[in-house]
């Protein structure tokens, strides 16, 4: 299970300002990379250190051995995602989808790539999901399926930054699938668990091969190919409704990224279809308006004027972006990278829920998504369901810069948390001053005006606790997102994972 245990308060809480009911934080930077201290003593000619953190220790591994053969933080960002659809098969995958923020540095110029999944053309819109089919489960099994963008997503980004070849990327996973791995403890509860919709075989020699495929063939083979005619026929049998043209037509598109100032910092994170920069940025403002600085965040009156910030994001959200599902739960992934010319990739690929629909297409090893959950079940939503359209996403990979140098990298899995995540992690990092680690192990809270319910992550003091009872209807979570960051200091960078998974980051010296 993510890290309950790594929860318990830490024996250094974070300074209390005067008159404060102190917040214990949760154990902070038990991840902070060894390496950061051996960086500290290298000598380097890059214009950024190269280095790279994921989820997983397996996964950040493939990336090393990508950026040590002089990969790009391209190449690099692919290889720890199809190393993490072997080993992290519940989060991310063939089968899904997710976005890509790069930053090219002898460009000085950001790119967004959309990957994400997409509905079926058949799906017309002013339609309601029931309408379309009316005992359809968006939610979950075939009907929740979108078109994957996973691996037109990977050999895109790929084509266009490559410094290694496309079986390079690609070895080391098919190297994972064959030879195994170690199980985290998060699959091996989630393997035992009913409502995680376990595929009934997760074959890793079927993945192995559909690798192999892909590495020969291309994206042509899932798109067009042999993989593409079994996912329709697949699908079809299953009362399914994506057609071979669903799939010939889907495309990566290379949108624009969302980006706004906060003081001396610039935040560059996902634009549409996600809310996660524009989320961002709301509460950025909104702590300016609410004058949140002049509250020390570990006071109750901190936390009411955070609450009444996410307040007014979901009035925003709702109203100009479309409401979504309360999708809170962490089953995503985040990923980054940074080369020796200083590219940086912030990635975050998903499946939706724990092992997406619950399907994996026979003999294949490819676990199917559930992104049209993410569509609004109200038929005059701007998030209602159409045929083509992705849906509204929450999903924010994210770049900060400072003085227009490089600064930050960072991102998150938890659905609709994840912009609220990643402001208070940020809000206490920037503005608070709180070493990233702390910002990051720091107990987080959520709200969501639809349940009216706060969710509170487990690490709040007694004291706390009981004025948030008072006051607000609360439900306790053992935790809420998994960041992963990197943090540039001059030419010098440093790595962030959080305490609540097992992340690993490292640095090429
Ligand atoms: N499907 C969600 C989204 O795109 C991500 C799922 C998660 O992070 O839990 O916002």
């Known amino acids: 299970m993510r890290g309950n245990s790594k929860l318990s308060p830490s024996p250094n809480p974070l300074p209390s300002r005067e008159g404060g009911i102190s917040v214990i934080p949760a154990k902070a930077g038990i991840h902070l990379c060894f390496l950061f201290l051996f960086s500290f003593f290298s000598s380097t000619t890059f214009a950024i250190q190269p280095a790279v953190v994921s989820a997983h ?14 990969g790009s933080a391209a190449d690099a960002a692919v290889a720890m995602a199809f190393a993490l659809s072997v080993v992290e098969p519940h989060h991310s995958g063939l089968g899904g989808g997710g976005f890509l923020l790069y930053y ?6 950001f790119y967004f790539i959309d990957y994400r999944e997409a509905a079926p053309q058949i799906l017309q819109p002013k339609v309601s999901k029931k309408a379309i089919k009316p005992n359809a489960d968006f939610e979950k099994g075939v009907a929740s399926v979108g078109v994957p963008g996973f691996i037109l997503g990977m050999e895109t980004i790929h084509k266009k930054w490559r410094k290694v070849s496309w079986p390079a990327v690609i070895d080391p996973s098919i190297e994972l699938a064959k030879k195994g791995f170690l199980t985290d403890s998060e699959m091996k509860r989630l393997l035992g668990d009913a409502s995680a919709s376990l595929p009934p075989k997760l074959d890793f020699t ?8 892909i590495k020969t063939g291309g994206s042509w083979v899932f798109y067009q190919g042999e993989l593409g005619t079994q996912l329709v026929s697949f699908l079809k049998e299953q009362g399914g409704l994506i057609t071979s043209s669903d799939l010939k037509n889907y495309k990566v598109y290379f949108r624009k990224p969302y980006t706004f100032d906060h003081g001396a910092y610039q935040v560059v994170s996902a634009g549409a279809p996600s809310s996660g920069g524009t989320g961002m940025d709301i509460l950025f403002k909104r702590a300016v308006i609410y004058e949140l600085k002049k509250q020390a965040p570990n006071t109750t009156r901190f936390f009411e004027l955070l609450i009444k910030s996410f307040h007014d994001y979901f009035d925003f959200r709702d109203i100009a972006l479309g409401d979504t599902p309360n999708n809170i739960i962490s089953h995503t992934t985040h990923l980054c990278a940074v080369d020796s010319e200083g590219n940086i990739a912030s990635m975050t690929n998903t499946l939706n829920s724990p092992f997406g629909s619950g399907l994996i297409l026979p003999h294949t090893g ?25 849906p509204l996403s929450s999903m924010a990979p994210t770049l900060v810069f400072k003085d227009k140098k490089p600064f930050l990298a960072l991102g998150t899995p938890g659905g609709l948390t994840i912009p609220q995540n990643l402001f ?7 503005d608070e001053h709180i070493p990233l680690n702390r910002s990051v192990a720091y107990p987080k809270i959520y709200f969501s005006p639809k349940t009216r319910e706060v969710v509170l992550e487990k690490g709040f003091p007694k004291k706390m606790l009981s004025w948030f009872k008072e006051n607000y209807e609360i439900r306790e979570e053992n935790t809420i997102g998994n960041v992963e960051a990197l943090v540039f200091r001059g030419d010098k960078t440093t790595v962030v994972t959080d305490p609540r998974g097992q992340g690993r980051g490292l640095i090429l010296n």
């Open 57 to 70: 220790p397996e996964a950040s591994q493939v990336g090393l051995e990508i950026l040590k053969k002089g």
């Open 104 to 109: 090219v540095a002898k460009e000085d110029r």
């Open 206 to 213: 079927d993945l192995a091969r559909t690798l192999e495929n």
């Open 366 to 390: 490819i676990i199917l998504n559930n992104e049209l959950a993410d569509f609004s079940a109200q038929t005059n939503s701007a998030n209602r369901l159409r045929g083509g359209f992705r």
């Open 424 to 430: 208070q992690v940020l809000y206490l990092f920037l």
